[in-house]
């Protein structure tokens, strides 16, 4: 995968995508639930794309949230939806971007298949965490709905949704996995920091 693929494909999509969007919200709530996302947490959404959960982070009445997309368009898009104080986006690499500050919580949702080198972006993110920090990485639909809807146009941007055992087996390198789950509604691997 080149990111330059991934950003054009992305920035082809970020004006239609809040409108294509498919929502469950009793699954998402879990998602959340299980990520730590509750008052007064710092989170690191990476991916964010359009900003999808940033309504949901308020709701919550976490402390801050950083979004972090590599596409122009979708975090455009997202700055003009939330102008709240404790709101903020960055556009760039979460590879490579310089971040501001420790986080409780991290989350990638419904994106872990377009990065290209999971280990390293596990690694990299463990490292934005505070000790006792959480890493969620979960999608709002089986690991074979996804497979099945990055096929055609979005298979030059994507890879195969790992099974939750060799994801939660890279995550054990820096973090005590404590939740693993994968079934026809969801996926979510998630732990702790150590």
Same mark, same amino acid.
Request: hydrophobic letters at 40%; one cysteine or more; a negative charge.
């Given at each position: 995968?080149?990111? #330059?693929?991934?950003?054009?494909?992305?920035?082809?999509?970020?004006?239609?995508? !809040?409108?294509?969007?498919?929502? @469950? !919200?009793?699954?998402?709530?879990?998602?959340? !639930? @299980?990520?730590?996302?509750? %008052?007064?947490?710092?989170? +690191?959404?990476?991916?964010?794309?359009?900003?999808?959960?940033?309504?949901?982070?308020?709701?919550?009445?976490?402390? /801050?949230?950083?979004?972090?997309?590599?596409?122009?368009?979708?975090?455009?898009?997202? #700055?003009? #939806?939330? $102008?709240?104080? @404790?709101? /903020?986006?960055?556009?760039?690499? &979460?590879?490579?971007?310089?971040?501001?500050?420790?986080?409780?919580?991290?989350?990638?949702? %419904?994106?872990?298949?377009?990065?290209?080198?999971?280990?390293? +972006?596990? *690694?990299?993110?463990? *490292?934005?965490?505070?000790?006792?920090?959480? +890493?969620?990485?979960?999608?709002?639909?089986?690991? *074979?709905?996804?497979?099945?809807? =990055?096929?055609?146009?979005?298979? $030059? &941007?994507?890879?195969?949704?790992?099974?939750?055992?060799? +994801? #939660? *087996?890279?995550?054990? $390198? =820096?973090?005590? &996995?404590?939740?693993?789950?994968?079934?026809?509604?969801?996926?979510? &691997?998630?732990?702790? $920091?150590?």
């Amino acid at each position: 995968m080149d990111k #330059k693929d991934i950003i054009e494909f992305f920035d082809r999509r970020a004006s239609s995508w !809040d409108a294509e969007l498919i929502r @469950n !919200d009793e699954v998402i709530s879990i998602i959340l !639930d @299980n990520g730590g996302i509750k %008052n007064g947490v710092k989170v +690191l959404d990476v991916a964010c794309g359009t900003g999808v959960l940033i309504p949901d982070y308020l709701e919550r009445e976490v402390e /801050s949230v950083t979004g972090i997309d590599i596409s122009p368009e979708m975090i455009a898009i997202a #700055k003009a #939806k939330f $102008k709240q104080d @404790n709101v /903020s986006f960055i556009c760039g690499d &979460v590879e490579t971007a310089e971040l501001p500050c420790d986080f409780d919580c991290c989350m990638v949702y %419904n994106a872990f298949p377009h990065f290209p080198d999971p280990a390293r +972006l596990i *690694a990299v993110l463990a *490292a934005h965490l505070k000790v006792g920090g959480r +890493l969620s990485i979960a999608h709002g639909m089986s690991r *074979a709905m996804i497979d099945r809807h =990055h096929e055609g146009s979005a298979s $030059k &941007v994507s890879r195969g949704l790992m099974s939750e055992t060799q +994801l #939660k *087996a890279l995550m054990e $390198k =820096h973090f005590d &996995v404590d939740i693993v789950i994968s079934y026809a509604k969801m996926y979510q &691997v998630s732990g702790i $920091k150590r």
